[in-house]
């Protein structure tokens, strides 16, 4: 009994794991249009190319590995986003991601707690809730803003994210994701490829520090990774890509 009872409890765990299901809180964006960049990502295609038989056999992949937990533009204490997370991964579809974008959504219940504190206390309850049920948990913050970033060998760093120093102390991995802005003019064009640079690793068999230059693909609707070490020029990007922010 004890052998059948342990490879029963393997299958449901492999059951959950192979959905690879996210609770996602994209606060910034409206259920419509989070949707619509879902299906164009799953299907590889604009969504104005997408064939009508394709829609509902890609929104029930979407709705298998997606749910989402937020009102668009709408605050949610750190309470009600771990105690959907915990029910979600406590569900018979379980949970193997959660995703908070961003993180001055989060509404703190005390105005009297000095941020730095508050973030310091957030993160732990996080990481608690990440290791305790096995789940991924990715954490969007905005840095302060800073003059010195118009300079082309300058950019953000763990320490520039608003609030606290614990977003760099508290941290497993820490990855900036940099956009340069072209000025053309009274123009100012963002570049359709993005810099991505990972500051910190704490597990080291889990990756390495380092940089990767990605460009937005206006066709696959993806980001696609380009060889850094060659010529950097603009023109060289392809144009007019139609960046998905």
């Known amino acids: ?21 996210f609770l996602l809180f994209s606060f910034e964006a409206m259920d419509a249009y989070l949707s619509l960049q879902m299906l164009e990502k799953k299907l590889k295609t604009d969504h104005k190319r997408i064939r009508e038989d394709d829609v509902d056999p890609a929104f029930q992949w979407i709705d298998l590995h997606f749910s989402l937990g937020h009102d668009a533009f709408s605050s949610q204490t750190k ?19 959660l995703i908070i974008d961003p993180y001055n959504f989060i509404d703190k219940a005390s105005g009297k707690e000095l941020e730095t504190n508050y973030i310091s206390s ?12 096995n789940v991924h948990v990715w954490v969007v913050a905005h840095p302060t803003k800073s003059s010195s970033w118009n300079d ?3 950019r953000p760093n763990l320490y520039d994210i ?18 340069k802005v072209l000025v053309v003019g009274d123009d100012m064009i963002q570049e359709s490829k993005i810099h991505l640079h990972i500051d910190k690793v704490r597990n080291k068999d889990a990756g390495k520090l380092g940089k990767v230059e990605l460009v937005f693909d206006a066709d696959t609707r993806g980001y696609v990774e380009r060889d850094i070490k060659k010529t950097e020029r603009f023109q060289d990007v392809p144009e007019a890509l139609g960046v998905l922010s």
Do not use: P
Request: without cysteine.
């Open 162 to 179: 608003s609030g606290s120093a614990n977003w760099y102390n508290k941290a497993d991995m820490g990855v900036i994701v940099e956009r």
């Open 79 to 97: 309470e009600r986003i771990l105690d959907l997370a915990e029910r979600e991964a406590n569900s018979e579809r379980g949970l193997q991601g």
């Open 122 to 133: 957030l993160l732990s309850d996080i990481k608690s809730f990440a290791y305790k049920r």
């Open 152 to 154: 082309s060998t300058s």
């Open 1 to 21: 009994m004890g052998s059948q009872s342990g490879s029963s409890r393997s299958q449901q765990t492999w059951r959950k794991i192979e959905t690879g299901r």
